[in-house]
């Protein structure tokens, strides 16, 4: 994982805490983070809202999003990471869906690997969406590099 070091370092340089929300990576993100020496005191937690009821009792995502755009969209994506704001106090508030497998929305027009990824930093979204290929462990591979990358990206301009 090739940008999750430098994304952790810039997390410590800048002295930033994050926390994640996961429904299709069911913790993956978190976890892989959680290796690196020296994410330390930057890493709040996590949370794995699986079930649609997850992210509506927990994380407080409104059921009219889910309907209208589906648990694996933009959308959700964005209303996950606004909800984990209210759960955990971290600088930054990352939420994670999509289609690992058949289910949910998938179709013709959402196809499997169909990920999308919300960064809040600081009150501020930025936006990763991407089909990935292969077996569920790899689009979640993709995924995690895909936030990393993301994160870094962001952090690398970010002035605290």
Same mark, same amino acid.
């Given at each position: 994982m090739q940008f999750l070091k430098p994304c952790c370092q810039l997390l410590s340089e800048k002295n930033l805490t994050i926390a994640f929300a996961e429904s299709a990576t069911?913790?993956? +993100?978190? /976890?892989?983070?959680?290796?690196?020496? !020296? $994410?330390?005191? %930057?890493? =709040? &937690?996590? +949370?794995?809202?699986?079930?649609?009821?997850v992210k509506e009792n927990l994380l407080q995502v409104p059921k009219a999003i889910l309907n209208q755009y589906s648990a694996e969209s933009r959308q959700a994506?964005? @209303? =996950?990471? %606004? &909800?984990?704001?209210? +759960?955990?106090? /971290?600088? *930054? %508030?990352? &939420?994670?869906? &999509?289609?690992? /497998?058949?289910?949910?929305?998938?179709?013709? !027009?959402?196809? $499997? !690997?169909?990920?999308? *990824?919300?960064?809040? $930093?600081?009150g501020e979204d930025h936006f990763h969406e991407d089909v990935f290929y292969g /077996?569920? #462990? #790899? $689009?979640? #591979?993709?995924?995690?590099? %895909?936030? @990393?990358?993301?994160?870094a990206d962001k952090l690398s301009t970010f002035e605290v």
């Open positions: 069911a913790g993956r +993100v978190c /976890a892989d983070f959680a290796l690196i020496p !020296g $994410i330390g005191s %930057a890493l =709040i &937690g996590g +949370v794995v809202c699986y079930d649609q009821s994506s964005q @209303a =996950i990471a %606004a &909800g984990l704001r209210n +759960v955990m106090p /971290a600088d *930054i %508030a990352v &939420g994670v869906t &999509g289609l690992t /497998a058949p289910g949910g929305s998938y179709g013709p !027009g959402k196809p $499997i !690997g169909s990920m999308f *990824i919300c960064v809040n $930093i600081k /077996a569920p #462990e #790899e $689009i979640i #591979e993709q995924t995690v590099t %895909a936030v @990393a990358k993301l994160l």
